[in-house]
């Protein structure tokens, strides 16, 4: 099992759709929302991914395909 942590980053046209529990469903992750920030208009979360390495490619694959922009996230993710 691999961990990462990503940074999600959503438009206004994102910020109501159900992506993260959706990457759950469709595909072998275990995720963990460690911070986040989201408005009517825009937001961003820190997540932190558990799965088999090609899971995940393929997971942030979904997320971008989706229109989310997705960032390596470094240090600690609470605070």
Do not use: C
């Not at 961990?3 to 990457?23: A, C, M, N, S, W």
Request: proline fraction near 4%; aromatic fraction near 6%.
């Amino acid at each position: 099992m691999a961990r990462r942590r990503l940074k999600l980053i959503f438009g206004t046209d994102l910020v109501k759709e159900p992506v993260i529990y959706q990457l759950g469903r469709k595909f072998e992750i275990v995720t963990n929302i460690r911070r986040a920030d989201v408005t009517g208009d825009a937001g961003w979360v820190l997540l932190e991914v558990t799965g088999e390495p090609d899971e995940l490619d393929k997971g942030v694959e979904y997320l971008e395909s989706r229109g989310v922009r997705v960032e390596p996230a470094e240090g600690d993710l609470v605070g």
